[in-house]
């Protein structure tokens, strides 16, 4: 995969774990747990993006 290709898969995953964020906080009695944990991966891909459009830009 090109690291193009990569950065947009990791947008895609970025956009979609904040769309399971919303829904799961959305629900009356939601599992803080669940939303740490995918706020914790939503972040890992957010610092990948990163390191990867810095080194693209070198």
């Known amino acids: 995969m090109t690291t193009e290709g990569h950065i947009a898969a990791l947008e895609r995953r970025h956009q979609e774990l904040d769309r399971q964020i919303q829904t799961e906080m ?3 009695q939601y599992d803080d747990l669940m939303v740490s944990t995918l706020k ?4 890992e891909v957010k610092d ?3 390191r990867l459009q810095g080194a ?3």
């Open 26 to 28: 959305q629900n009356r």
């Open 48 to 50: 990948e993006l990163s």
């Open 40 to 43: 914790r991966k939503k972040l």
């Open 56 to 58: 693209q830009r070198h």
